[in-house]
């Protein structure tokens, strides 16, 4: 995906979030399937809003408390003193952490705890919501979970919006079963659509969407 395509669910989805930071909700958890375009709607976000967008998952505290203290005060610092730094600090900030369904239950608990400084918003989205969360403790700090989930008509939307493909119905079915809606699936299945198609409409032969979209499908090993 080059481009935001604004669907439906997404877009619904946008606006949550943007009315979580106007008030001022502390720690805002954002649930989606893989290739739901949440990583996307986050880079959106960060276009219209002054916050702080780490896409890559972050492994060890060190990786961790070296890349927020660079950013935020271009400084290296340990957390205690990323900590007392953002106490100190008179300015807000909006931080918004992708994959954390990657992260271990150390930088977890990190977040929890940085989740008690009064001038600090954490957005925070994953593909599924780790037992950490789930633990009363944790969740109580969560002020709203939001939950992407796309359906039918915003992959009919995304389909023709994207890659300009007018699809029947079967086939649109058929690329909803194929794909799951992951709309990382999807681009491939339709890229290699397209060149299937020129290839048949340039020899002159004849070819139903759907048995192009089987051809594709069986190129990226999707079909068996």
């Known amino acids: 995906m080059s481009a935001f395509i604004a669907l439906n669910s997404q877009d619904l989805i946008l606006k949550e979030l943007q009315a979580s930071i106007r008030h001022l909700d502390k ?7 893989s290739g739901s375009g949440k990583s996307f709607l986050l880079e959106h976000l960060a276009k219209t809003l002054p916050l702080h967008l780490f896409l890559k998952p972050f492994f060890t505290e060190e990786d961790f408390c070296l890349s927020l203290s660079k950013r935020l005060f271009n400084k290296k610092l340990s957390f205690t003193e990323l900590y007392e730094a953002l106490a100190r600090s008179n300015e807000n900030f909006i931080l918004v952490f992708d994959e954390l369904g990657l992260y271990d239950e150390k930088l977890l608990e990190r977040l929890r705890f940085l989740s008690e400084l009064k001038n600090l918003q954490l957005i925070l989205s994953t593909h599924k919501k780790q037992s950490l969360l789930k633990k009363e403790y944790f969740s109580s700090r969560i002020s709203k979970e939001l939950v992407l989930k796309l359906d039918s008509k915003d992959l009919l939307f995304y389909v023709e919006k994207k890659h300009d493909v007018f699809l029947s119905k079967r086939a649109l079915n058929f690329l909803l079963k ?3 809606l992951n709309l990382r699936i999807v681009d491939k299945i339709l890229k290699s659509f397209k060149q299937i198609r020129l290839y048949y409409k340039d020899s002159a032969k004849s070819k139903k ?3 192009i979209l089987k051809l594709s499908a069986l190129h990226h090993e999707l079909l068996r």
């Open 27 to 33: 720690m805002v958890l954002l649930i989606g399937k």
């Open 178 to 180: 194929i794909s799951f």
């Open 209 to 211: 969407d759907l048995f």
